[in-house]
């Protein structure tokens, strides 16, 4: 492969960007012909298509989104640095987090909070769904992915990294004037619940613990989302089983209750990342205090 030229990268970051030759060649001030060229170029020194053409737009490729993906820490590196130098102005770090859709956000924040603390540091979440965020970490749109999921490691080709980063035990919440005054299940006989989805491992754990007492929960609701959870737990009247930290400001309000914690039943979260790409400093630094503090939020 010939020398990569970065004249002809910085061309393909504007096109990326802009998605349109056009107006790309009107920012630049260069001819359409000319850019069209330097773009083809790019392509035959590196050996891969860059885009494909639909309609009257340009699409990236799967190696074009990966080529974009480097193109923008390559240029956004030099801009910072430009500006660091010619007026003084502190670095910053641009970090992009993928979250699971369903995931409490109340943990993510409780997560991203050195980063907030930070003025040297911007940072992005993007939410989807587990399939979503991993294509992201692959195609490098994605530094890290936070999920409540553990993924199926292939020891022999190591891509993934997986770190256990917290866990939370699960409790029983609902609102003060329906607590029993007794554990469970004694006075929880005319109870209605709010309940993970049958097959989540918080359920599985749940149901583990019905059957050591014989207990059969009347189920108002399945829920596989943290936030519509916390909806229903604030406003229906019926008792939850979540992480306390879901709704730790209804606790704290006085409009919900823990009941009582579950005894050794914990939604686990991760932190996924990939060995394909350096890390920025900022998630070593999130990864790290993860390591180092109690794993409970």
Known sequence: ????????????????????????????????????????????????SLFERVGRSLML??????????ADDIFTTGQELEALLSKGVQS????????LTTLSRNFVEAFISPLMRRSDV????KSGSISELLNGLTNYELDLVLTNRTINLDTSDPYWQCQLVAKQPLAIIGPPALKPSTPFPQGFEKTRWILPPANSDLRTAF????????????ILAEVDDMAMMRLLARDSGAVAVLPAVVVKDEIAQGVLQQYQELPNIYEYFYAISTQKKVVPEAIKILLQEARDKPAHF
């Open 1 to 48: 492969m010939s020398r990569l030229n970065y004249h002809h990268l910085y061309y393909f970051w504007q096109v990326a960007k802009l998605g349109n030759l056009t107006q790309a060649a009107k920012e630049l001030h260069v001819s359409q012909s000319a850019l069209s060229a330097q773009i083809k170029q790019l392509e035959h020194n590196v050996g891969v």
């Open 207 to 218: 149901n583990a613990l019905c059957a050591q007492y014989q207990y059969f929960p009347n």
């Open 61 to 70: 490729t799967d190696q074009g989104k990966k080529v974009l993906s480097y």
């Open 122 to 125: 911007q940072f992005k979440l």
């Open 92 to 99: 910053t770090t641009h970090v992009t987090i993928g979250v």
